[in-house]
Nanobody, 126 residues
């Protein structure tokens, strides 16, 4: 069965950090673009960050709301993708999902992503 297992969510104070991880099971990530999405209560799912499998210097995307605070990375040898989140704000509170789509483009539509994780809750609160 092809799926992701996510980990790393939790409760953190404003200004704190969390690292989310996403491990693929049943398939290898080598030729997939991986995205992190989030969904807060009552809001639409939002694309947060994306990393292509391309080796180019321009193989990542960040939403304006997280640029400079979040860093996405991938380790194909471990079949994992991570999202380092620093300087967290209350508005970052959401369920975070990782997802994969076959190909190397950065701007696939959300509904084009083929495999999704179960989601992990991130709560930023004092």
């Amino acid at each position: 069965q092809l799926h992701f297992v996510e980990s790393g969510g939790g409760l953190v104070q404003p200004g704190g950090s969390l690292r989310l991880s996403c491990a693929a099971s049943g398939f290898t990530l080598d030729y997939y673009t991986i995205g992190w999405f989030r969904q807060a209560p009552g809001k639409e799912r939002e694309r947060v960050s994306v990393i292509s499998y391309s080796d180019s210097d321009d193989n990542t995307y960040y939403a304006d709301s997280v640029k400079g605070r979040f860093t996405i990375s991938r380790d194909n040898a471990k079949n994992m993708v991570s999202l380092q989140m620093n300087s967290l704000k209350p508005e970052d509170t959401a369920v975070y999902y990782c997802a994969a789509v076959w190909g190397e483009w950065l701007h696939y539509r959300t509904n084009e992503y083929q495999y999704w994780g179960q989601g992990t809750q991130v709560t930023v609160s004092s």
